[in-house]
Each structure stands twice: as C-alpha cells, then as structure tokens.
C-alpha cells in the first residue's frame, strides 16, 4: 500500500493509483506535482531525461483540479495526474524543439491536438522531454542538447529517439508520458528502460502539431510503467481529427476494458504468433530467454503458440531506410531560415539558407537529408524509392497472412539490452539494426506494445517483449500485455523498473 504522505512512495504509484487516491481525497493534484517536480530537481541532472521543466504551469493546473474535486465537480479520469511529453509535439507557450539546435527558442503559437487533448483531461504538463533530432536514431544521443541516460545504469543509452520519455518513466519523474514511433521511438526505448509503450494503429492518434518526420509512418503513442495506464493514456490521445488528413474517423479503441478483461480471464481461445523472422541470429542470449519465458506465460494463461514466417521482413529495414530519408528530406525543407527558429545572416538568401542549415542541423539528420534527396531524384527514383514502397506492400502482404494464422504475432522488441553512450554513434548501419523488429509494423500502419519481459541473466538489463495486431485491433495488444504482465509482475513484486538500482539523489 502506498502512503501518500511519503513523497517518496508517491512517485513510485501507477498512473491510475495516482487517480484513485485523489478521488478518494488521500492526495491532492498539487501534492502530486510537486513530489515529481522534486524528483526531477533531484535526479535529473545526471539522468538528463527534460529539455524544458513547466513548473509554474503543472502547479497552476493541479490547483485548479483540486478547486474543482473540492466543489464535488465530475472529471475525466486521469484529471490531476501528471505527464511528460516528448519535445516533438508543439506546445503553445512552451519552448518546443524536436531535440534539434534548428529550433532553439521557439515558441510554438499554438497546440498540437494530442496537446489539447491533454490539457482538455486536465493533465499538469510536467515538462518536454529530450530526444534525438527530429526523432531520428535509437539512442538519444543525436539529440542537440546532449544524450539522456538509461536509470538502470548512467553510462548506457535509454533507447531512441523518445529516450526522454522513456528515462523519466524509469526515473519516476513522471507516471505518463508521451512518444512518436515512426520505426520503433516508442517500443524500443520503452525495452530497454523496462517499461510500457505503445505505438496505435496508423491513424488512430491525430499526428496534428506534431514535428514530421516520415509522415506515412508517424503515429503518437502512450508510455508508462504499466499496461492499464498506457490504456488509460491512449484513450485521452486518440480520436478522429479534422486537422489531420489521415486520421480514422472511428471510434477509440476500449483499451483499459480490454486491459481489465485480459489481467481478469486470462488468454484462452487466443492465438499468439511467433515470427520466425524476428528472433535468432543476432539478438542477445538474455533477450532471447526471456522471450522464451514470456511465450511459457502466455501457454499458461490459456493462449496457443503457433509459428508464423514472414518472409520479407529481411528487407524491411532497407526499405525503410528509403522510404524515410526521401520523406524527412521533404519534411524538413521547411526549416529555411524565414519561417521557424535559428537564422545565420549571410549576404544572400540562399547562403543565409545554407548557413542556417548547416550550423542548425546534426550529422544524422544531414546524412539522412542527403540519402532522401538522392533517392528521390529523377534517375534513381524508380530504382530506390520506387522499389521500396513494393517492399512495403510485401510486408503488408505478410501480415496479412501472418494474422490469418494468429490473432496477435509475439518477438523480442529490441535485439540486445541497451548498449553504452558512445558504443554506436559512429557506427549508423549498427544503430538502425536496433529497429529490426519494430519497424515492419510501421510499414504496415499496425500496432504494436512493448513491455518489459524481466532483466537478462548476463547483464541484468531489461529485456521488452513486443506484440503486435492487425489494423484496429489496438485492444487485442491491451488485453494480451495486462495478461502477460499480470504474470510476470507477480514474480518481481512490482513494476519492473522497481528493480532497477537507486539513482543518487542531488541534495
Ligand atoms: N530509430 C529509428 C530511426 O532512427 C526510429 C525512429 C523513430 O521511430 N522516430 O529512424
């Protein structure tokens, strides 16, 4: 039992703990935020997981929900409890820069939907959390403002590029946050920090107001340390949106039903299938263990384990290196120099352009500029591009098939447990092999959950179990993850990052 006179024990509740002691009147939204305010202030020098603190703004929020909850007043579920939101979606009046020096001191004049969505369930906005440039890499590292580093151990990286995210969770800075996953910005960093995230179906979260970065493969997700409480966040992001084009006009899926349903009745009756493609050669013993003791839960809880074989995923990853250069080459010709942040005066425009670009952009985002633009010229356009996009339609052809055989498909989310600040940086091809398995999902618009699967036996780092479900079907994900979290939590006692080592903390 939580007491929540102790800040300390606060900080450590679920999302919905959190909600619950407040409409009992046990704490108030104000007692809240100011407990994770101090855990910020007292971890996140080292941990480096914010770009921007909202202080003043959390504070002001919480005390209007609790002058609200005293009148008796009905509010939406998660109203008072605190969130963390990645530096990719504009907020209005908070600096926004997508992790990159391009943007630095900008202040967006306007909300991103999933912004208002927020504010709307009269969630304290704790701060924006860090990220890679213009969400590009899987590290954190190629962030602007310097890497953020992994709670379970400062010298490894938190994932990429929601590492922010990712590591105030794992810190307990934050009960809730939120990512983008355009090839795995969501579920990896969300592994190997041993907590919950989410990647929705294509279309099922408006992507208004959020920085593009390949926007057929863009989706905005919930993070957390608990399966219930990504539920509980989906349902306050998702909906249709007219500002946004290829946004479904459906109903939110009932993710925290199928939540209670799955850690309620078990799994009988379900097919779980195991991609024969995504696993194997190259991923980490541990990591393979413990997905090994991840398909023997499932088993008991009542699912049945068949093998499904996906073909053409040992070319998901080339195509997704075209497809997104030549997208985020296109996305990011708006940062000119005359319509958003850093301006190098030069003689001319064009040279103002081109300084401005130069000193305003990483390596990374440079590279992949370079790498879109050549893809989409008009010689190579066919051979490059052209071929890619039918990849994706033979990816889209294995799903398919593949949820022919089984209602949801299981793998490991990341290869290997999170590596060292430092190890990959110069190294892109061995930085985008850590996208193997997450990113045929974008390429097919599908969701896909990752949640922690325990910590391998070799380095005693967390380990992410990724499942994934047909368009649509984002609730078949809630309902199979409380399922098999149910499980595993039973064996460590609590969420996993309660494992994870004492940070020291600033006096
Ligand atoms: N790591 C992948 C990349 O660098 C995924 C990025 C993302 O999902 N935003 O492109």
Not at 200 to 218: F, M, N, Q
Not at 337 to 357: H, P, Q, W
Not at 475 to 501: C, D, N, T
Request: glycine fraction near 10%.
């Amino acid at each position: 039992m939580t007491d929540w006179t102790d800040p300390t024990q606060v900080t450590r509740a679920s999302a919905l703990e959190m909600a619950d002691a407040m409409r009992a009147g046990t704490v108030t939204s104000v007692e809240l935020v100011q407990a994770h305010l101090d855990r910020i202030a007292a971890v996140d020098g080292p941990v480096h997981a914010f770009l921007y603190v909202n202080a003043e703004e959390a504070l002001a929020t919480a005390a209007a929900v609790d002058a609200d909850r005293a009148t008796g007043a009905a509010l939406p579920l998660l109203a008072g409890v605190p969130i963390a939101i990645k530096d990719v979606l504009v907020t209005k009046g908070m600096p926004t820069t997508a992790g990159s020096r391009i943007l630095e001191g900008w202040l967006p004049p306007y909300d991103a939907t999933v912004t208002a969505k927020v504010r709307a369930a009269r969630m304290p906005i704790l701060g924006k959390t860090n990220m890679d440039e213009f969400a590009m890499g899987s590290s954190t590292e190629h962030s602007g403002y310097g890497p953020t580093h992994n709670p379970w151990d400062l010298e490894r990286i938190p994932g990429g590029s929601g590492g922010g995210s990712s590591a105030s969770l794992a810190a307990w800075e934050t009960p809730l946050a939120i990512g983008s996953d355009t090839g795995g910005s969501i579920r990896q960093p969300a592994a190997v920090t041993g907590t919950v995230g989410v990647k929705p179906t294509y279309g099922g979260v408006s992507r208004y107001g959020a920085i593009a970065l390949a926007s057929s493969l863009d989706q905005l997700g919930p993070c957390a340390r608990t399966v219930a409480d990504t539920a509980a966040l989906h349902e306050v992001m998702g909906g249709h949106d007219v500002m946004d084009a290829t946004s479904l006009d459906e109903p939110v899926p009932s993710c925290l039903e199928a939540a209670r349903d799955g850690a309620a009745n078990g799994l009988a009756g379900v097919r779980i299938g195991v991609v024969k493609e995504l696993g194997g050669e190259g991923y980490q013993d541990g990591v393979k263990q413990r997905f090994e003791e991840g398909l023997d839960h499932l088993r008991a809880l009542g699912a049945e384990i068949v093998e499904v074989s996906c073909p053409s995923f040992k070319y998901a990853l080339a195509a997704y290196y075209l497809i997104l250069p030549s997208e985020a080459s296109s996305n990011l010709a708006k940062f000119d120099s005359v319509r958003f942040g850093l301006r190098v005066e030069r003689d001319t425009i064009e040279k103002t352009m081109g300084a401005t670009r130069a000193e305003g952009f990483g390596d990374e985002v440079k590279r992949r500029i370079i790498l879109g633009t050549y893809a989409l010229s008009a010689g190579y356009y066919d051979a490059y591009y052209g071929s890619a996009q039918k990849v994706r339609t033979l990816i889209q052809r294995d799903f398919a098939a593949a949820f022919e055989q089984a209602d949801v498909l299981v793998s490991p989310t990341a290869p290997t447990t999170p590596f060292k600040i430092g190890e990959r940086i110069d190294d892109p091809l061995a930085m985008y092999l850590n996208d193997v398995a997450t990113i045929p999902a974008n390429l097919a618009g599908i969701p896909g959950m990752s949640l922690p699967a325990g910590v391998a036996p070799e380095d005693g780092l967390p380990v992410g179990f990724q499942i994934l479900a047909p368009a649509h079907e984002d609730a078949r994900l809630y309902r199979i993850g409380a399922a098999l979290e149910k499980a595993l939590v039973a064996q460590w006692g609590g969420p996993l990052a309660s494992l994870a080592p004492e940070l020291e903390v600033a006096p």
